[in-house]
């Protein structure tokens, strides 16, 4: 999706997700409460495709799709005995709603619950992280406007460069996630659900519960997903067991790739605070460090760059789960799984909600951002003055040997003497730049571009489409401070 297509775009469960947090979408009792819808859509696209199921049992299990403490209680004795967590619930949904026993799971495989149920769990978790997404965006983009004209150094191979501006840095960084929230959204839009595809994949299971008659286990299945949210032509043409694990890879990748976009913006943060150009917001009460009172560390930042290397090492994991699927589905899948999928969201929220608090109270040393910069500068401006000296009529080769002694007279007192920088002093006593204007060759502005346009360009082309698409529902989203 490009970015033009932000305009309009709100996900359709975007308002229902901002009030969730991601602790409970992957929460035992909101995937087992998930599981009995599956059952009830089920049941009902069974019953609508001419499968003898009364209204009372649909409605049995409509009664008790939200499962109570008693009920995992009843599930946990269950599955003691039986060693299967799915039929577990199966028999305690079956004690709840006894007048359903006799058809639930009618035809069904447990992957043909389990699998549909995780891509309803992880659809709901990539709403959650494509809302945060927006959100730090829009944070990003505010700081970005904010300090859009301030010059600062520019880095490249972290030795001082070209100068940028704080805000065109901020912006990057913004610029970056928004590529990230176009993957997910895409994502979103092309999620497809396994459907009922029963044991192997083939639908044998169905067809006989509608005297193989393929257009009923058709409109059976078509029916299915819709009642679980899902359009009718976003189901997988064909599975095995599960529905393909290569999806599980695509997901973790993009997940990956914007824990990767929020570690450069969380190192950059650190780097800048080590300058002392940047803090993150810190309490008035905090402390940095139990031996050095003075300490005020970036420990937002550091937090989730830690959960970053995390998130982005997992991504190789289902790589591996997709590539060793025995045939029609092997079972070491399922125990990687629940660790893998959940975690990574979990850790990929904590971050985004890091960082978030971090943008919207980012704290900018104008001074030092400033004397930074100033310490540089003269370096980065002998090209200018030695052009300005070459149209003044004087000679460019004996310019440019008188600069180079003035730079290295300054740069050995800098880093051998740990002397200020008087190279802007030496240049404006030098004989042979008399009637140089060297003062404006020590304007910062002259050297950062079009940094300025660049910051209101991507404000103007993504942020104002990310707030107009998502700010109804992000604003629903919990407090992005840290909890302690």
Not at 20 to 45: D, Y
Not at 142 to 157: D, I, N, R, V, Y
Not at 429 to 458: C, I, K, M, N, T
Request: net charge neutral; hydrophobic share 45%.
């Amino acid at each position: 999706m490009s970015e033009s297509t932000y305009d309009g775009y709100v996900s359709p469960l975007s308002q229902r997700n901002a009030s969730r947090e991601m602790q409970e979408v992957w929460s035992p009792r909101h995937r087992f409460t998930t599981w009995r819808r599956v059952w009830l859509a089920a049941a009902e696209a069974q019953q609508e495709a001419g499968v003898p199921i009364t209204r009372e049992q649909v409605e049995a299990i409509r009664a008790h799709v939200a499962i109570t403490d008693e009920d995992i209680k009843h599930a946990f004795e269950h599955e003691k005995r039986l060693r299967h967590d799915v039929m577990a619930h199966v028999h305690a949904l079956a004690d709840a709603a006894p007048a359903a026993r006799g058809i639930l799971h009618l035809g069904m495989t447990s992957q043909d619950v389990v699998c549909n149920a995780d891509l309803v769990l992880i659809r709901e978790a990539l709403t959650l992280v494509q809302l945060k997404l927006a959100r730090l965006i829009d944070a990003a983009g505010t700081f970005a406007e904010k300090w859009k004209s301030l010059p600062c150094l520019g880095h490249t191979h972290f030795q001082p460069a070209q100068p940028t501006t704080v805000g065109r840095r901020a912006a990057q960084w913004g610029y970056d996630l928004s590529l990230c929230l176009t993957r997910v959204e895409s994502t979103l839009h092309q999620l497809k659900m396994r459907g009922l595809k029963g044991a192997t994949g083939t639908q044998a299971s169905f067809m006989a519960l509608v005297d193989h008659a393929p257009t009923r286990v058709d409109a059976m299945e078509s029916g299915f997903v819709r009642r679980l949210g899902w359009p009718a032509n976003l189901i997988h043409t064909i599975t095995n067991q599960t529905y393909p694990r290569i999806v599980d890879a695509m997901v973790l990748a993009d997940v990956a790739v914007i824990a990767a976009a929020a570690h450069k913006m969380a190192n950059d943060i650190r780097l800048l605070s080590g300058r002392k150009e940047l803090d993150e917001p810190w309490g008035d009460a905090q402390v940095g460090s139990s031996a050095m009172p003075y300490k005020q560390n970036p420990m937002r930042c550091e937090r989730a760059t830690g959960l970053c290397r995390f998130v982005m090492g997992l991504a190789a994991d289902p790589l591996q789960t997709a590539a060793t699927q025995w045939l029609e589905r092997t079972l070491d899948d399922s125990s990687n799984r629940r660790v893998v999928l959940p975690e990574a969201f979990l850790a990929l929220d904590g971050v985004l909600d890091l960082m978030h608090s971090v943008m919207a109270g980012l704290v900018v040393h104008e001074a030092t951002v400033r004397a930074n910069l100033m310490a540089e500068l003269p370096f980065m401006a002998l090209e200018a003055v030695m052009a300005m000296a070459v149209r003044k009529g004087r000679d460019r080769q004996e310019v440019h040997e008188v600069l180079r002694k003035h730079a290295f007279m300054a740069g050995r007192k800098v880093k051998e003497r740990g002397e200020p920088n008087d190279l802007a002093e030496r240049l404006r006593h030098e004989p042979l730049l008399q009637g140089v204007d060297v003062e404006a060759s020590l304007d910062p502005s002259a050297y950062v571009g079009r940094a300025a346009d660049q910051v209101e360009r991507f404000i103007a082309e993504v942020v104002v489409s990310v707030r107009k698409a998502y700010s109804t529902s992000y604003t629903m989203l919990p407090s992005s401070e840290p909890k302690v």
